[in-house]
């Protein structure tokens, strides 16, 4: 499955954006999807992830009520709705998938997109 995420961009403080990551070459539906960033100078972490029907879904604790994760099967896309965004944002945010099983651990994924930038300023 190839992956494409989209949406990054430079926002304000407080500001919101909505990153989506599409895929090709092999349905979503069967396959946990995560978010994970990478700031400049430090190792990938784990933003949020969904299971494959939806049901389950994660959050690291610095983003949990300001992040929403969602997918829509239909449309073979998973979102990742990020509110009141700061600087500590700011970072490269990759979509990954795996198959099977639900993680929160960067290393259980085997699908990755090319990432997408945000940038937050103060």
């Known amino acids: 499955v190839q992956l494409q995420a989209s949406g990054g961009g430079m926002v304000q403080a407080g500001d919101s954006l909505r990153l989506s990551c599409a895929a090709s070459?092999?349905?979503?539906?069967?396959?946990?999807v995560g978010w994970f960033r990478q700031a400049p100078g430090k190792e990938r972490e784990f933003v949020a992830a969904i299971s494959w029907s939806g049901a389950t879904t994660s959050y690291a604790d610095s983003v949990k009520g300001r992040y929403a994760i969602s997918r829509d099967n239909a449309k073979n896309t998973v979102s990742l709705q990020m509110n009141s965004l700061a600087p500590e944002d700011t970072a490269v945010y990759y979509c990954?998938?795996?198959?099977?099983?639900?993680?929160?651990?960067?290393?259980?994924?085997?699908?990755w997109g090319q990432g997408t930038l945000v940038t937050v300023s103060s």
């Open positions: 990954a998938a795996r198959v099977p099983g639900y993680s929160l651990n960067v290393r259980d994924y085997t699908y």
């Open positions: 070459g092999r349905t979503l539906s069967t396959l946990t």
